[in-house]
């Protein structure tokens, strides 16, 4: 899967997603800020959600929390989390200048006409819009890239899915997903991405959008081999907003960039105990013991056993020789520390 110049899947690095969604509580300056620190933080991508309340809700939808104290209806939210066209291009421009891909997971036909116009290169959907045959039929028509999320999908839905955008053309990713915010850790189930990875084995690149507010599921997803990971941020954990228990600060977010390569980096290579012990000769030297003489002795020494010591360095004779010189007479005088070698004996091996 390739999006933007970001080549996708098992063989490449995991592409990180940093999923702002709607933590810049209607600001563009907050969203552009968001830009800024996933950029620092190594991100690959900046991901937004694009709402027009008009043409995706009425002023009936219910709270999923109330959190806003600002809101008396969800729509009156929707309405104030919704950016105007060209907003929206000055954020991707913005995203693009940081060096990261900009997406935005559209909730309506308008979001992704907009989305399209200001030339977006992949679509990110959104779980509870899965079921959504208008948006899912607008989205077919781009014949860009999707990454679909899992999260109120069964196994045989996602599938569907799957054959349905493969059958079209379209490039597609699958992420695990728990709509839980925040994930406990006994409902992150990487059993299921598991499953995923054994299913489709590296046809299509597999991730994880996680919601637990931690790195650790990211770090273990990366080295079963998601090719995909895609985490919430926030500025600040005490930030206003529905998803901030969910998502990582800046200083998480960069550990987990850097764990996550490391963990993918470990997953996909192999090692050979022997060659890597060919290659650690001179290091198992150094943390190795030889046979030493525990003091300086003079010539018709006959050896005793409290003479001989076993001490680092190593390369010299192994402990199992200390017996073999037990009793022996020394041919020569030796200094304290010097390691033994046959040559100081008369009956030599």
Known sequence: MKIGKKQIGPNHKPFIIAEVAQSHDGSLGQAMAFIDIAADCGADAIKFQTHIAEEESTP???????????DDTRFEYWERMSFPKDWWLKLKEHAEEKGLIFLSSPFSPMAVSWLDDIGIEAW????GEVFNENLLSHIEATKKPVILSSGLSSFSKSKELIERFESKNIQVSLLHCTTIYPTPPEEVGLNVF???????HDAIPIGLSDHSGTITPSVIAAYMGASIIEVHLTMHKKMFGPDVSSSLDPK???????CVHFASKMGQSSVK??????????IKKTF??????????L?????KSGDIGYKKPGG????????FFVGKKLLQDVPCHEKLTYLHVSDTK
């Not at 598991?194 to 489709?200: G, I, T």
């Open 273 to 282: 105990k022997s060659n890597q012990l060919d290659d650690l000769k001179e």
């Open 288 to 297: 190795g013991r030889s046979l030493v003489f525990n003091k300086g002795l």
């Open 60 to 70: 009936d939808e219910p709270w999923r929390i109330k959190f806003s104290q600002q």
């Open 252 to 258: 998480d977010f960069l550990e987990l960039v850097k």
């Open 299 to 303: 010539a018709g020494h006959t050896i």
């Open 124 to 127: 990110k959907i959104a779980s």
């Open 194 to 200: 598991k499953k995923m990875r054994n299913e489709f």
């Open 316 to 323: 010299g004779l192994p402990y199992s020789e200390k017996d």
